[in-house]
């Protein structure tokens, strides 16, 4: 298995507090996304970095915001948590972009209460 | 109109049944196509991709269709390891991964 880890695996918080979601990986690969999967939504783009302090909207990308100062480590800040942002993170990492495979860790389940 | 659209099933067969999903995509830009499978509350993780000639992987065979924007997975001879979440995957441009909802099966004894 590839070697990405997400943290936390699980989450509970109040709304409008801040949450930050790291994932790490120890491949050395230069892409790395952060998605959200809700039912029937099917997994969504959130933000993606293509290096080192390098990073891009995707398609879900309001009321999140993420930042990349190591090749490993990927973050992703919900800065004022809202209901609607109840999901589970999932973090992947490719070497090539999306045209090659992309390696997902485990997720983080996230409840905002 | 979803970019990727999936019957979500579910889909029950028994042992040893063959199996086809299908999957429509909407932009006929895309450059990639991959098979996912998702455990349930698992991460995805690659079956396949998917050839323009096609390809098959075992008891696994996946076909694209560019005029018709669809790819299908073909299973045979299920096994009760194959269900799971299977999701259809097409790639616009190099950062941007079009997700289907996933088709669900479950193999039955």
């Known amino acids: 298995d590839a070697g990405i880890t997400q943290s936390p695996r699980h989450k509970v918080t109040e709304t409008g507090t801040p949450v930050t979601l790291r994932c790490h990986q120890t491949e050395n690969h230069r892409y790395m996304y952060w998605y959200r999967q809700d039912p029937g939504h099917g997994l969504r783009l959130i933000h993606y970095?293509?290096?080192?302090?390098?990073?891009d909207k995707g398609e879900v990308s309001d009321g999140y915001s993420v930042s990349r100062s190591k090749t490993e480590d990927f973050l992703l800040t919900l800065e004022s948590a809202t209901s609607s942002q109840t999901s589970v993170y999932f973090c992947?990492?490719?070497?090539?972009?999306?045209?090659?495979?992309?390696?997902f860790g485990q997720g983080t389940r996230l409840t905002v209460v | 109109r979803k970019e990727v659209e999936q019957d979500p099933g579910p889909f029950n067969v028994p042992e040893g049944a063959t199996v086809a999903f299908n999957c429509t995509y909407s932009n006929s830009a895309s450059q990639s196509f991959f098979w996912y499978r998702q455990d349930c509350r698992k991460e995805p993780k690659l079956l396949m991709s998917v050839y323009s000639s096609g390809n098959e992987d075992g008891r696994f065979t996946a076909q694209l269709n560019r005029a018709s924007q669809y790819i299908s997975l073909l299973i045979r001879d299920s096994k009760l390891s194959d269900s799971a979440t299977y999701l259809c995957?097409?790639?616009?441009?190099?950062?941007?991964?079009?997700f289907g909802a996933g088709t669900r099966l479950t193999v039955k004894p």
């Open positions: 992947a990492i490719s070497e090539e972009g999306l045209i090659t495979e992309a390696f």
């Open positions: 995957v097409v790639t616009d441009n190099n950062n941007d991964m079009r």
């Open positions: 970095s293509y290096g080192v302090k390098d990073t």
